[in-house]
């Protein structure tokens, strides 16, 4: 067995984060009394982009993203409001949200945890991340749960993935394969570590320009993961 060891990112790769999000924020606007919210759906997702933007490149810490981005979502508004306490009632919101799986998610990881030893690895806050999974059914699946939270880096960065290594037994790069939807941060994190990536394209995007990232592999669903971490015999 070529891979031994797989590294999923969680948001959008085994969870669907949009439906999630969605639901949280409509249910945070509208307990401060936003019964209409498509205008702050559009200012935020601008404000959280830029946010989080900066976080990855270093020019933000992960506290200030967190606690600043409804302040200043509201702030376009003409409102001020504070930034913490929305916050922390938006990443209750997601934890209680339903926590759609896509497709193949539960199928796959269930079935590969018999042969291989699964973790996840995500840029998120630790407490709302295991919620999360838990609540999702897969939680029992994975060893064990890396994020940048906890870690005190993020992807792609050198030292998320540093930390992973070291922090898991008998790690062994070439025996370890990460998959994400991420270009710029799972792939690009897995290729300045020296390990395999597989990249879900649910879009069937074009990779194209200055800015594509090589992965080793590129699938469009979870589903064609099984035959990449086959035994040889079992392969198609």
Known sequence: MRYKILLFDLDD?????????TESLTRLFRQYG???????FRHYHIVNKQLWAEYENGTKTLDVVLNSRFSET?????????????????????????????????????RLSATHRLFVVTNGITRTQIKRLKQSGLY??????????SIGAQKPSPAFFDHVMQHIPN??????????????????GGLQAGIDTCWID??????SGPQAVPS?????????????CAEPSEAP
């Open 171 to 188: 790690f062994n790069r070439h025996e370890a394969l990460i998959i994400g939807d991420s270009l710029s941060t799972d792939i690009k």
């Open 140 to 149: 029992e699946f994975f060893e064990d749960i890396f994020d940048s939270q």
């Open 216 to 228: 080793t592999y590129t699938i469009s669903g979870l589903a064609e993961l099984l035959a990449i």
């Open 74 to 110: 509201m702030l376009r508004l003409g409102h001020v409001v504070d930034g913490s306490e929305w916050e922390n009632l938006y990443r209750e919101l997601l934890g209680e949200g339903e926590q759609i799986h896509m497709e193949g998610a539960l199928d796959v990881c269930r």
């Open 34 to 40: 936003y019964a209409s919210p498509d205008e702050l």
């Open 202 to 207: 649910r879009k069937r995007s074009p990779q």
């Open 13 to 21: 790769t085994l969870l669907d984060f949009g439906a999630n999000e």
